[in-house]
């Protein structure tokens, strides 16, 4: 175009394509069409080897660079699936395993049980409910003590001889340390001591079963049953993974967000798109346009004058309508549709003489 001194807008007259089309092409926002090169070089007096040449180029260019996009996206889905795996990591000391107790200790993940605390020497009750003296004192003060307090008092007992305290002092002295009530009350203290004991490993042994029972009920539900972690299982983090990767910087929309909405506003074109198919109807190209990353496409028209219309449709999607509105124009495009490929949607045109045509 600079040695031949054309202006775009001479370039657009004679070629048949818009000024706008053309301010795309030659800003590197669109891939020209094969068509509009051949007419460049016609217009312009070169030769049309070497600019379709140079198209063959850059049109690879194109989608090496779609590529490399591809790629990049699905290296961020990678390294983001990687992330969120990477935040439901082992339970610490288990090895990758299901949660096991800790060695010498029953309950769940380590916990030991609670066992309720026994009587001590100074408050061990009687069998009557009423706390009575220390248990290394005689069974004379706690009579005593209990009929202060309006209980029946036991018939004290009888003196022993020198003989007998001198023996029998240490004895009791050795059974108020070993926390033994005294001689004749041994008969209800031996009963609540060895019934407390007796409870002690049952309680133990209820507490481990239960502990038990609730890593294995954990594993199976975090593991669905099958060794594997279930899909649902929630994990620690605070936070869930987003459902889906973030989209390009210009990118506004994905997926059935994009139906409806023009391609160029959402920052789907450009080198995110590309033709699909196409048809000739008359002089007008007619193209289905998908972009990978929105996940959408639509159809454009070229060469088309002012009334033509061009439509856009897809299974399950509502039909999109485009046409050329000004005198000056030659191209026109429809909104979005979602489809999951570029061959899943079909373009259509309608001229203003009569002529339709539609793509495969």
Not at 71 to 80: N, P, Y
Not at 91 to 103: H, I
Not at 207 to 235: C, R, S, Y
């Amino acid at each position: 175009m600079d040695r031949s001194g054309l202006s775009v807008s001479a370039v657009a007259d004679r070629t048949g394509y818009s000024k706008t089309s053309w301010d795309r092409y030659l800003n590197g926002r669109l891939l020209a069409p094969k068509g509009a090169v051949i007419a460049l070089a016609e217009v312009t007096g070169t030769n049309p080897v070497h600019l379709t040449t140079m198209w063959e180029l850059a049109e690879r260019a194109w989608s090496r660079s779609e590529m490399r996009h591809d790629m990049t996206m699905e290296a961020i889905r990678i390294s983001q699936a990687r992330a969120a795996l990477g935040e439901f990591g082992p339970p610490p000391g288990t090895g990758g395993r299901g949660a096991t107790a800790t060695s010498g200790v029953a309950g769940p993940a380590g916990v030991a049980p609670v066992v309720p605390s026994q009587p001590t020497a100074t408050t061990a009750p009687d069998t009557d409910g009423a706390v009575g003296a220390p248990r290394g004192g005689s069974f004379g003060e706690g009579s005593r003590g209990r009929s202060q307090n309006g209980r029946a008092a036991r018939a004290p007992e009888p003196p022993v001889t020198s003989a007998e305290g001198s023996a029998g002092a240490p004895a009791a002295q050795r059974q108020a340390a070993a926390g033994g009530p005294p001689d004749e009350g041994r008969a209800s203290g031996r009963d609540t001591s060895e019934g407390a004991r007796r409870r002690r490993p049952l309680l133990m042994f209820l507490a481990g079963v239960v502990g038990a029972l609730a890593v294995i009920a954990v594993a199976f539900f975090l593991t669905g049953g099958d060794g594997t972690k279930a899909a649902g299982a929630p994990g620690p983090s605070a936070t869930a993974p987003s459902p889906a990767p973030d989209l390009p910087a210009g990118v506004k929309c994905a997926g059935v967000g994009c139906t409806g909405k023009d391609p160029e506003n959402m920052g789907c074109g450009g080198t995110l798109a590309k033709t699909s198919t196409s048809v000739t109807v008359g002089t007008t190209l007619v193209e289905v346009r998908y972009s990978k990353t929105c996940g959408a496409a639509w159809a454009r028209v070229t060469r088309a004058a002012q009334g033509d219309t061009v439509t856009v449709s897809a299974a399950g999607a509502a039909r999109q309508t485009g046409s050329v509105a000004a005198a000056g124009d030659t191209d026109a495009y429809t909104p979005m549709v979602s489809v999951a490929g570029g061959a899943a949607a079909k373009a259509c045109v309608t001229l203003t003489s009569g002529q339709e045509g539609c793509t495969k």
